[in-house]
């Protein structure tokens, strides 16, 4: 690597250095030598700034019990850096990635935040898997006018300025997976077991299933809910319950475990020879990532809903697999070439394109002018044109449920064209709104 200081002069055209030597002269004549040496200082200063590479920041655990799930984020935006800066960067500047290791520590989350934003300076943040850890982090964003990509599945009822939610709200995964699972097609099921870790978004996504199940007439006796700590790993009390309440063959699990538990609730599962054909679980934190980590085996024929599978058909999306594969491979990441790409992977890396195009939008990385420019953003994703709402941060997407094969990829069952995210669910809040365009975010609809 050369360290030699180059003189940005040196790289000034010539008609432009003959000029501002020109201009120099005047200077000095009417204000002397100290004024032209400052000139020429603030010349090479604006110049060196103008030169520098954007920093974007990383915040996702890489060690804890959501490594899991947030390493194969660090890698795919790490690989969207890398593509960008090869095609020439953005403005004609690269972009330089700062990768911190919240650890699945949610206060961590919230100080690492922090140092980005004032410490590393940062011009955006992609991050945050669990909704507790943006949770902690919002206040950072929202009082330094800081600015995050969130790139997971989430439980709505928020609508910050500072964040774009490249993710699903309720409406786009969970709402429609149990319409499925009520409908012919989907089986018919008449009774559910709502099961996750206990934490804000398990808990609201299933406030708002509870409420759409009493008001499509499902007695309350006909649904269970459960929650087990992040890390449990002991299922079998559980599953035992699960077995009794699914007796009369009509029962469904909706599953929002998260993290290295859905490992021994899958394995604790298949012990009691409970297959999908007796009781399906309709999960939404697992994906490919995750069950490249299990046995799959005898998890074949179970659900899942998400906006993006690591199987969809088209040149876009192989072409999107086979660069990730070769990434993870070139830079020696576990696992190499046998990687897969799932939802949330596909999320991140739309999130960093999205604000790319922002950026060359708005001609700058100021956050208000980037926040303005993403509204209505259209990309070609590997899976499909997402685009980004006009008004209230989030994203169209498509629902898809997959079916677990044996090889750990998803049979797509079910998909609908791009539905547009609701922030507020209808069935626990029709009266609120998300508008930052018309109203000042959370608004009461007309």
């Not at 850096?81 to 690269?94: D, K, P, Q, S």
């Not at 290791?101 to 100080?111: H, I, K, M, Q, Y």
């Not at 989907?186 to 009493?214: C, E, Q, S, W």
């Not at 094969?405 to 809040?429: C, H, M």
Request: glycine fraction near 8%; charge should be neutral; include cysteine.
């Amino acid at each position: 690597m050369n360290n030699k200081t180059e003189n940005p002069l040196d790289r000034t055209p010539e008609k432009g250095r003959r000029q501002f030597f020109a201009d120099a002269g005047k200077t000095a004549a009417g204000f002397g030598i100290a004024a032209l040496l400052g000139n020429l200082g603030n010349y090479a200063l604006s110049y060196a700034a103008s030169k520098e590479p954007f920093k974007i920041g990383i915040l996702h655990s890489l060690s804890g019990t959501m490594a899991i799930s947030e390493v194969s984020l660090r890698d795919v935006v790490l690989m969207a850096v890398e593509e960008i800066n090869a095609a020439g960067g953005v403005l004609g500047r690269t972009i330089e990635p700062v990768v911190v290791d919240p650890a699945s520590n949610w206060d961590l989350f919230a100080e690492k935040a922090k140092q980005l934003l004032l410490v590393d300076k940062v011009s955006v943040v992609f991050g945050c898997w669990t909704s507790v850890s943006r949770k902690s982090v919002l206040p950072v964003f929202e009082s330094n006018n800081g600015l995050l990509f969130y790139p997971v599945q989430y439980e709505g009822e928020e609508c910050s300025r500072n964040v774009f939610y490249t993710g699903a709200a309720v409406n786009q995964q969970a709402v429609p997976a149990v319409e499925y699972l009520m409908s012919e097609e989907g089986g018919a099921y008449k009774k559910f077991y709502l099961l996750g870790t206990d934490y804000v978004y398990p808990r609201t996504t299933n406030k708002i299933l509870r409420a759409m199940l009493l008001a499509k007439g499902v007695p309350a006796s006909d649904i269970g809910e459960e929650y087990t700590p992040f890390h449990h790993q002991d299922y079998q009390t559980i599953v035992s319950k699960i077995r009794q309440f699914s007796r009369r063959g009509d029962a469904a699990v909706i599953s929002t475990i998260n993290g290295d538990s859905n490992v021994p609730f899958y394995k604790e599962f298949a012990n009691q020879g409970l297959r999908s054909e007796d009781v399906p679980i309709m999960a939404f934190s697992v994906a490919e990532d995750e069950l490249r980590s299990m046995d799959t085996t005898a998890l074949v024929g179970h659900l899942t809903a998400w906006n993006y599978f690591q199987s969809i058909d088209s040149a876009g999306n192989k072409k999107f697999v086979s660069d990730f594969k070769s990434y993870c491979k070139k830079n020696g990441l576990p696992g190499g070439a046998q990687r897969v790409t799932d939802d949330p992977i596909e999320a991140a890396y739309f999130g960093v394109h999205v604000w790319k195009q922002a950026v060359e939008k708005a001609g700058d990385t100021d956050v208000d002018a980037v926040r303005k420019a993403v509204y209505g953003l259209e990309f070609d994703a590997p899976g499909g044109k997402k685009k980004m709402d006009a008004v209230n941060h989030h994203t169209h997407k498509p629902v898809l449920i997959g079916e677990i094969r044996k090889d750990g990829q998803f049979a797509i069952i079910s998909q609908t064209d791009l539905v547009r995210p609701e922030p507020w669910s209808e069935y626990t809040n029709p009266e609120k709104g998300c508008d930052w365009v018309n109203h000042k975010g959370t608004h009461k609809k007309a």
